[in-house]
């Protein structure tokens, strides 16, 4: 299992799932699974999934 990072700003992600109440992400350099409202005041680009490249 792979152990977050406590120095990865997780700035490539990947959009994993999405309801009606939440999104989550994938960190590509780190592999931790984050709730896309853990981010708050990110830069833009937040979610986008590798199709959107």
């Keep these: 299992m792979l ?6 700003r997780h700035k490539r992600t990947q959009l994993i799932a999405k309801d009606e109440e ?5 960190c590509l350099d780190c ?6 409202g853990e981010r708050k005041g990110d830069e833009p680009g937040f979610g986008e999934s590798l199709s959107d490249a």
Excluded: F, H, R, S
């Excluded at 152990?3 to 990865?8: G, K, L």
């Design 3 to 8: 152990t977050p990072d406590p120095a990865c």
């Design 31 to 36: 592999g931790e699974i984050l709730e896309a």
């Design 22 to 26: 939440a999104q989550y992400v994938e």
